[in-house]
Structures are given as structure tokens and as C-alpha cells.
T-cell receptor, first 115, second 111 residues
Framework: AQSVTQPDIHITVSEGASLELRCNYS??????LFWYVQSPGQGLQLLLKYFSGDTLVQGIKGFEAEFKRSQSSFNLRKPSVHWSDAAEYFC?????????????FGTGTRLTIIP | KAGVTQTPRYLIKTRGQQVTLSCSPI?????VSWYQQTPGQGLQFLFE???????NKGNFPGRFSGRQFSNSRSEMNVSTLELGDSALYLC??????????FGEGSWLTVV
């Protein structure tokens, strides 16, 4: 069975500083990996995804993530955060048996931005 | 293109009642899945439908059920509501089985 670990429950970053959110996964086959963002009271918005190919993937809002198979990681990065990036971020792995409709999520990392 | 639409957005029910939540997927998407989000358990997969057939199911009791109609719209039903069913219920749709797009969710409070 697949699992996802997001070791940081809460991260605080100054506006303009760089950001890295950690994600480690466990999955027997080649994983399909996703990062979603959730603003308070809202649903989940897809930031980026990795299926295969280039291990550095670009997403929306200036985010990128790097897949490292040897470390079972898929960390999310942004070179300079904006106050509007404050939200909760979820890493997820897809079960490719039937496609990826069944996602397993991490527990999330809440990002706070200070001026 | 309109996103995934869920109704109602907010509702309050009493223990023992039943509730039906509705989801309209993005046009052209045939797969619809449902997730429950709670502070304690996080995001958990409920079930997934494709062409009116349930293809995948999570570890929830039989009180949780769903269905999909021929136009891909989906409903989920929870019977005999318990306080612990209070949650954000998220619907998602997918065009290709690889990328999943979520709606804004239905907030259910059970009192």
C-alpha cells in the first residue's frame, strides 16, 4: 500500500524568502506524484504533477518540484514566496492500477508567511 | 470551462439523519471520485466512479454510498449520520485517469 509523509506540520517563512516543503512517499511501483494547495475554506488546487520523464517539474504560481527516486522524495520549492502563498500544501501519490483516481495524501504542511 | 461543482456548499444535519451531496464534474470528464477531509484523519479516499460503475472504494462503512449518472454527475449519500461524519466532502473529476481536479467541497456539520 502506498503512503505519503510530510514531516513538517507547520512552516513559517518571510515574504520574499525561498521555500522548500518536504514529501516522502512509499510505493512499490513507479509513483505518480502530485502537489495540491488548499486555501482556508476552499477545495484543492493542483500545483504540479510528476508521471515520468524529467525529474524537475514546473507548476503553477512559480512552484517546482523534484522527484528523487533514490530518496523517495518529491519536495516542493519556490524561490521567492508571496503573502498569497499562505495556505496548506498536500503531497499525494496516485495508485496507477486504475489510473490515479485513488490518491493517498500526506497530512499536509501549513505555510505561514510573515512580512 | 467550468470547474467541478459541488452542492450544497454548507449543510447542517442531525445525528441519525441521512444526507445526499451532489457533484457535477468538468465537462468531458468521466471519472468522479469522492474524498472526506477531517482535522483528525486528513484526506481520505471514499470511492471512484467511471461510466456509472464503481471502480474503486476506500475503507469506509456501508453507510457511505455513491452513484454516478449517465451524464457523469455523481451523488454520494451518508445514512444514519454520526457526529464523526462532520467533514469537508470533496469531489474530484478526471479526464484521463491521471490528473484529478477537485471541487470546493461540501461542508457537512452533524449535530
Amino acid at each position: 500500500a502506498q503512503s505519503v509523509t510530510q514531516p513538517d506540520i507547520h512552516i513559517t517563512v518571510s515574504e520574499g524568502a525561498s521555500l522548500e516543503l518536504r514529501c516522502n512517499y512509499s510505493y512499490g511501483a513507479t509513483p505518480y506524484l502530485f502537489w495540491y494547495v488548499q486555501s482556508p475554506g476552499q477545495g484543492l488546487q493542483l500545483l504540479l504533477k510528476y508521471f515520468s520523464g524529467d525529474t524537475l517539474v514546473q507548476g503553477i504560481k512559480g512552484f517546482e518540484a523534484e522527484f528523487k527516486r533514490s530518496q523517495s522524495s518529491f519536495n516542493l520549492r519556490k524561490p521567492s514566496v508571496h503573502w498569497s502563498d499562505a495556505a496548506e500544501y498536500f503531497c499525494a501519490v496516485g495508485a496507477s492500477e486504475f489510473g490515479n483516481e485513488k490518491l493517498t495524501f500526506g497530512t499536509g504542511t501549513r505555510l505561514t508567511i510573515i512580512p | 470551462k467550468a470547474g467541478v461543482t459541488q452542492t450544497p456548499r454548507y449543510l447542517i444535519k442531525t445525528r441519525g439523519q441521512q444526507v445526499t451531496l451532489s457533484c457535477s464534474p468538468i465537462s468531458g470528464h468521466r471519472s468522479v471520485s469522492w474524498y472526506q477531509q477531517t482535522p483528525g484523519q486528513g484526506l481520505q479516499f471514499l470511492f471512484e466512479y467511471f461510466s456509472e460503475t464503481q471502480r474503486n472504494k476506500g475503507n469506509f462503512p456501508g453507510r457511505f454510498s455513491g452513484r454516478q449518472f449517465s451524464n457523469s454527475r455523481s451523488e454520494m449519500n451518508v445514512s444514519t449520520l454520526e457526529l464523526g461524519d462532520s467533514a469537508l466532502y470533496l469531489c474530484a473529476s478526471s479526464p484521463d485517469g491521471n490528473t484529478i481536479y477537485f471541487g470546493e467541497g461540501s461542508w457537512l456539520t452533524v449535530v
